[in-house]
């Protein structure tokens, strides 16, 4: 982990939201009489999203761990069924979800309004922030969000982020399927900030 935090200090980032809350969504009733007798748990989720849910080890050997991996992990473990995880994009998961190609999201997925008319949440089990990160030589630029206003700002697709960067006045939103990805445009001044989650934003590992 000490990688991700090292990789840190190359960007300033700026808290701008109140918490918000981290929960599991769940698919339809009935679901789980049908992860037992499937003797599987199919999890969704977006592994790029560290600590929570990322890959970890060495060509071959990689595997998708973090905090939420482990929830998953204990939650098979108590059904006594083996724990399938699947990634994939994250504003693929509540179609996936939808259409029981997966049993359960586990990906810092906020609840809202919309998303709780087709899917149910988990009680919150995880308080978070959103911060705006820029480049380390623009931070006395951009020490506002006001000073943000104009500017091609980057969100990953489908997520609470894209929402409130829409906040910043007339802003050019750039929407990504990946985090990774946002943080290479941020690096090649491709876009001048991105709206990320707090703790996801202190793990970032950059090129």
Request: hydrophobic share 45%; aromatic share 8%; proline share 3%.
């Amino acid at each position: 982990m000490k990688k991700y935090i090292k990789g840190f200090i190359a960007f300033f980032v700026l808290i701008v939201m109140l918490f918000i809350p981290e929960h599991i969504a769940y698919a339809e009733d009935g679901a789980l009489e049908q992860v037992k007798e499937n003797g599987e748990l199919v999890i969704g989720t977006s592994a790029d999203f560290p600590p929570f849910e990322f890959y970890a080890g060495e060509g071959d050997e990689q595997e998708i761990v973090g905090m939420d991996i482990l929830i998953a992990e204990k939650i098979a473990d108590d059904l006594g069924v083996e724990l399938v995880i699947q990634d994939m994009g994250f504003d693929s998961l509540l179609p996936a979800l939808e259409s029981n190609k997966i049993d359960m999201i586990v990906a810092g997925m906020t609840p809202t309004e919309e998303r709780r008319k087709s899917v149910n949440f988990s009680d919150i089990y995880f308080q978070t922030f959103q911060n705006i990160m820029v480049r380390s030589g623009d931070k006395d630029i951009y020490d506002s969000i006001e000073a943000l206003a104009g500017q091609t700002i980057g969100v990953q697709s489908g997520t609470l982020q894209e929402e409130l960067a829409q906040q910043i006045p007339n802003a050019k939103i750039t929407k990504l399927e990946n985090i990774n990805d946002l943080i290479l445009s941020l690096e090649t001044n491709r876009i001048e900030a991105i709206v990320m989650q707090g703790p996801n934003a202190l793990c970032v590992k950059f090129m």
